[in-house]
């Protein structure tokens, strides 16, 4: 059964790094259009980061561009998320998504993680 699991969070001081990991077991990690979202408390899922899967180009929304890093290993099938210069704003849990096409519109992915929460606090 097809299956995303995250993990890598937990809590960090502003200007630390923390790398999520996105294991698929169940799938070919380069088949599918992969996504990171967050949900910070008391606000809308936002899409972060997402990876095409044909070409492996990756797209980042504004915020987080030149800080955070999204990788593909196939031949482990896992998204990495490397995050660097975490800000307060970060705060959130973070979701990885797959689906059969690439964007910010979470209706766009089929398969979702349970999550994982990142705290960033001084």
């Known amino acids: 059964q097809a299956q995303l699991v995250e993990s890598g969070g937990g809590s960090v001081r502003p200007g630390g790094s923390l790398r999520l990991s996105c294991d698929a077991p169940?799938?070919?990690?380069?088949?599918?259009?992969i996504a990171w979202f967050r949900q910070a408390p008391g606000k809308e899922l936002e899409g972060i980061s997402f990876?095409?899967?044909?070409?492996?180009?990756?797209y980042y929304v504004d915020s987080v561009k030149g800080r955070f890093t999204m990788s593909r290993d196939n031949a482990k099938n896992t998204v990495y998320l490397q995050m660097n210069n975490l800000k307060t704003g970060d705060t959130a849990a973070y979701y990885c998504?797959?689906?059969?096409?690439?964007?910010?519109?979470?209706?766009?992915?089929?398969?979702w993680g349970q999550g994982t929460q990142v705290v960033v606090s001084s």
């Open positions: 990876i095409r899967a044909y070409d492996g180009n990756t």
């Open positions: 169940g799938f070919t990690v380069d088949y599918y259009a």
């Open positions: 998504a797959a689906g059969n096409s690439a964007g910010w519109d979470p209706d766009l992915y089929n398969y």
